[in-house]
């Protein structure tokens, strides 16, 4: 290919990545509408300790036989969960509603751990939350029956996750193409036309496979289709 023909690859696939962005961003294919309204879970009380803020509230509803209570430990824009359970359970699984100061459901987590302790492990949740609930859906081999799941198709996710990812590497593969425009001044043909050409085309291409798949989990677990794994830290 000429170094012309190259040119005005870089500029068609500039075109198709722009429109592909302006197309996810009209499509809106994450809007999530969740049909759930935040319960006011009963505050206990208030105190700061070393630098953190941690807020004590009374879990409310059914979930009260399984977890009574739960605190939010916040130092700057570090937001923590830890629940304390009613018993030690050989297994729990149960979902985080994530409300922003406006009363808005922002996220749904589902959470699960095994062989428990008398609390859970922390669990880190976004700085923008300001509220949340809990409700228990599996307890050892008791199935409570409740789904609470995002309203998403997983499908939406996987094409929004394979069309940023197309998107990606088209805008690398332009800046990749101008930088060696002015790297190559005077041999971008000579670059073009040997096995480093190749190379960085291919190293692109992974890296835009790296994040499709990064990605494709990150919506996964944020809308709901991955469950959370508790981590220990230090409290």
Known sequence: MTLQGWRLLTIVFVGIAILIVLILLLAHLLKNNYRYNCREDKLI???KLKGSRYAVYEVLGRSAYYIDKYVLKEK??????????????????????LF???????????????NTATCSKSI??????EKINIV?????????????????????IKVFAIFESIALFLFLFALRHVLIE????????????????????VIIAIFAVINLLLMNGNLKKTYGYKKVKTKKTRR
């Open 76 to 97: 700057g824009k570090s937001l923590e969960l830890i629940c304390d359970y009613v018993n030690n359970y050989n297994f729990i699984s149960y979902y985080v509603l």
């Open 136 to 156: 228990v859906n599996h307890v050892n081999e008791e199935d409570l029956g409740v789904k609470l799941k995002a309203d998403v198709p997983l499908a939406k």
């Open 182 to 201: 002015i790297l190559c001044f005077n041999s971008q043909l000579l670059f073009l036309m040997s096995d480093y050409n190749l190379i960085s085309i």
């Open 100 to 114: 922003n100061k406006r009363g808005k459901l922002m996220k749904i987590m589902e959470v699960t751990e095994n």
């Open 124 to 129: 880190k949740l976004p700085h923008k939350c």
């Open 45 to 47: 009380k208030k105190e």
